[in-house]
């Protein structure tokens, strides 16, 4: 969900309002299949039957409540209108006897559809909802475990909202509501093979009504038979989908109702007007909210505002959808975004700006868990689940066996090595960061002072050679290849010695007192030189000894910037020349001059594709980057805050296996 500067907004409100009297042209409808949206619950309710009530308890507005009962209550579950959505919520004793409640800002945006405006105070959050821009509502903010709370006391009490808690749920009812009309109009395109250049749909509503915005999925194209394989080049429209907890008039439900396929012999005789460039695939009604399916065109996504007396929601569809924001989220943390320009491309970039010296600030690497290696979840659980008020996606991984493809070192230990001399960054408690090409070198010795290479320590990347497992990658170690020799290592003392037998197949448990030593391909052999008994030990060290200082890394590559200058290699840190060539999202972390760290998720640009990897150096540039370290990518891309993504509808970011996660403690 984005927001307009103040300016803007005036003046896109007068186009509203200027536009409301001309001519409106409505959209054909197509033939689709019933949506199924990620968070709501099942059962359609037929565009020909009268909405059945869901039953909602009876709730009580918030009253003063005697000394006995006036005790702190919070949970994680809210549920709004019958639905049971996670959402992390407090309730409090006010000061004059008054319960006030607090949801968190995720919450509030994602569930009720709030936006948040540009503030430079982290104790007080201007938000707009049906409401003035010019004299926004400012809600009071607190932090605690991971979350930022808002006090929504009294703008619930004005939006007639009915609250209860009931155990670790909040039970929100919010007035029964209609969507009266829907309006159309587009803007006509400039550029060849553009649709149009911006359209906007007018929901009129009879009063204010909690809404979300998701992304689907691409939408197939229906295949014509005299031309099975058309040639063309330019991606499907993206579903787009929008949900009100209100009851659309049954005239707009027939209106966008799927229209019945004629049958063979009468498709001649009965034609189908259509109107090109149909934006609304249908509107439905699933457990009393109003579902809306959109085509969007490839390049644009929907902009959406609010606007009070009348209510209306003003749905925008353009290639620049991204609004400008920078607010003071918490002490020595900031949350931004805007447009980046390269030549004639904006790239929208949203990013936090983190003050590492911050009293109460840390950062850490975090996945699913710290003593297993193997596992993947999306990053807002991981973030959940570590008690971080904010992360990213940070190091590559396999898809397939969810195992981590570089190096993660946090508190001293290392949880995976690094590999292929990528690029990584270090940090300490105190906000000195390093940023390079790492190598970790480790040698297995014998009393005789024979000496063996180690490769790859607690790793997922395969290759033929030695590699070691600790207690940090799990309980066990299931070869990655066929035959590989393993060597169990107990208080330094090699103690057994197993075939490895199929890739995949048995799992050998990694003693906590020690280790196993992996033999795979062409080492096989120097698995016979250390019998049973044989003593061992193990030497390590970084190709810069910088590295040692720190006891957090986290690698992923290239790296993109160092010492204020572009050193972009990707080949010598052994991409794909695809990888290297590939327009896509992206996510980085950096330093700049200020000693700030900033965490970025850059999107596709204005009408196309994501940056590659040498406009992606240039963007970090742009932002005052000094030195810089690409992240993992794509569907990976995710940038977490409070509860929340603030790049991506959170059912578009794949799961990821680890991230780099800031924690916050309110002193």
Excluded at 643 to 649: A, F, H
């Amino acid at each position: 969900m984005v927001k307009m500067p103040h300016r803007r907004q005036r003046k896109y409100r007068n186009n509203i309002a200027s536009q409301s009297h001309q001519r409106l042209f409505w959209a054909a409808v197509l033939t689709v299949t019933t949506i199924v949206l990620c968070l709501s619950t099942t059962g359609a309710i037929s565009a020909k039957q009268p909405p059945t009530l869901t039953t909602v308890p009876e709730l009580t507005a918030q009253t003063p409540v005697p000394p006995a009962s006036r005790a702190s209550a919070g949970g994680n579950q809210i549920s709004l209108n019958g639905r049971t959505l996670a959402g992390a919520w407090l309730q409090q004793p006010g000061s004059s006897g008054q319960i006030t409640t607090h949801l968190s800002d995720g919450a509030l945006r994602q569930f009720i559809g709030v936006n948040f405006l540009s503030s430079n105070n982290p104790d007080r959050q201007p938000v707009e909802w049906f409401s003035s821009v010019t004299q926004p509502t400012v809600l009071t903010t607190r932090l605690q475990g991971g979350y930022r709370y808002l006090d929504i006391t009294n703008f619930a009490q004005t939006a007639g909202w009915q609250i209860q808690a009931n155990s670790n749920t909040l039970v929100i009812a919010t007035p029964k509501s209609q969507i009266k009309n829907i309006r159309q109009s587009q803007q006509k395109a400039t550029t060849p093979n553009t649709p149009f250049q911006s359209a906007r749909i007018v929901l009129d509503l009879d009063q204010p009504v909690p809404w979300l915005v998701s992304q689907g999925l691409p939408i197939a194209r229906p295949v014509d038979p005299k031309n099975p394989t058309p040639q063309t080049t330019t991606p499907p429209d993206t579903e787009w989908v929008v949900a009100l907890d209100g009851i659309a008039d049954p005239a707009l439900l027939q209106r966008y109702a799927p229209q019945p396929t004629s049958p063979p012999n009468l498709l001649k005789q009965l034609p189908v007007p259509t109107v090109p460039n149909s934006l609304i695939r249908q509107i439905e009604i699933v457990n009393n909210r109003t579902i809306i399916s959109l085509s969007v065109p490839f390049g644009m996504s929907p902009q959406i505002i609010t606007l009070p007396e009348p209510n209306r929601l003003v749905i925008d569809l353009r290639p620049d959808a991204l609004v400008q924001k920078d607010i003071a989220w918490a002490p020595g943390l900031r949350w931004r975004q805007q447009f980046v320009n390269l030549g004639t491309d904006r790239f929208p970039v949203v990013w936090l700006d983190v003050n590492p010296r911050q009293v109460g600030l840390t950062l850490k690497p975090i996945g699913i868990d710290t003593n297993n290696q193997t596992g993947t979840a999306p990053l807002m659980q991981m973030a959940a689940q570590s008690s971080a008020v904010a992360a990213i996606n940070a190091g590559y991984f396999n898809r397939n066996n969810r195992l981590p493809l570089g190096a993660i070192r946090r508190d001293n230990q290392w949880l995976s090595g690094p590999i292929l001399n990528r690029g990584a960054i270090a940090w300490d408690n105190s906000g000195q960061f390093y940023l390079s090409r790492l190598t970790l070198q480790e040698t297995l010795v014998t009393p005789n002072n024979q000496k063996l290479p180690i490769l790859f320590l607690n790793s997922g990347y395969v290759q033929s050679g030695i590699a070691r497992y600790t207690p940090t990658w799990g309980p066990s170690y299931t070869p990655l290849t066929d035959n590989e020799i393993i060597l169990v290592v107990q208080t330094d003392r090699v103690t057994n010695q197993l075939p490895g037998g199929k890739a995949n197949e048995t799992a050998i448990p990694i003693p906590r007192d020690g280790y196993l030593v992996t033999f795979r391909a062409s080492a096989a052999a120097s698995a016979s030189q250390l019998p049973i008994g044989t003593a061992v030990s193990i030497s390590n060290s970084t190709n810069s000894a910088e590295f040692n200082r720190y006891p957090h890394i986290m690698g992923a590559g290239p790296l993109l910037i160092q010492n204020n200058q572009i050193v972009l290699n990707a080949e010598s840190e052994q991409f794909s020349k695809a990888f290297i060539r590939q327009r896509a999202i992206r996510s980085a972390i950096c330093t700049t001059a200020n000693n700030s760290l900033i965490i970025a998720a850059v999107h596709n640009r204005a009408g196309g594709l994501g940056p590659t990897l040498a406009e992606h150096a240039q963007i970090m540039n742009r932002l005052g980057c000094v030195n810089a370290l690409n992240l993992d990518g794509g569907s990976s891309t995710s940038l977490y805050l409070g509860g929340q993504l603030l790049d991506r509808s959170p059912n578009t970011a794949a799961r990821v296996h680890n991230g780099i996660g800031i924690f916050l403690q309110r002193l």
